[in-house]
């Protein structure tokens, strides 16, 4: 069974810095793309950053060169987000592609919250 857990929310201040992880576990196929995608209270769900196989990594425009993704060789995927800002604040979710076929899996997200 595939599981996707994220963690690394909490509080934080505006031009704070917190990274997000998301541990993946059951994976027996070959994922393409991993992604943090965020919803905001009252708002639609997201992307934040996509990463490929290959290392590819795409960014909304909003945390160009504030967010950082990475992936490594088990699984995991990372979100580092720095200079934060109160509009970053959301729950955080993490989603993984597999190739074929091309189903999408999901975590339960972890919460960022502006402190201020």
């Known amino acids: 069974q595939v599981q996707l857990v994220e963690s690394g929310g909490g509080l934080v201040q505006p031009g704070g810095s917190l990274r997000l992880s998301c541990d993946t576990s059951?994976?027996?196929?070959?994922?393409?793309?991993m992604a943090w995608y965020r919803e905001a209270p009252g708002k639609q769900r997201d992307l934040v950053a996509s990463?490929?196989?290959?290392?590819?990594a795409t960014y909304v425009d909003s945390v160009k060169g504030r967010f950082f993704i990475s992936r490594d060789k088990r699984n995991t995927v990372y979100l580092q987000m720095n200079t934060l800002k109160s509009e970053d604040t959301a729950m955080y979710y993490c989603?993984?592609?597999?190739?074929?076929?091309?189903?999408?899996?999901w975590g339960k997200g972890t919460l960022v919250t502006d402190s201020s």
């Open positions: 989603k993984i592609t597999r190739v074929r076929p091309s189903v999408s899996y």
């Open positions: 990463i490929t196989s290959g290392g590819v």
């Open positions: 059951g994976i027996t196929f070959s994922i393409n793309t």
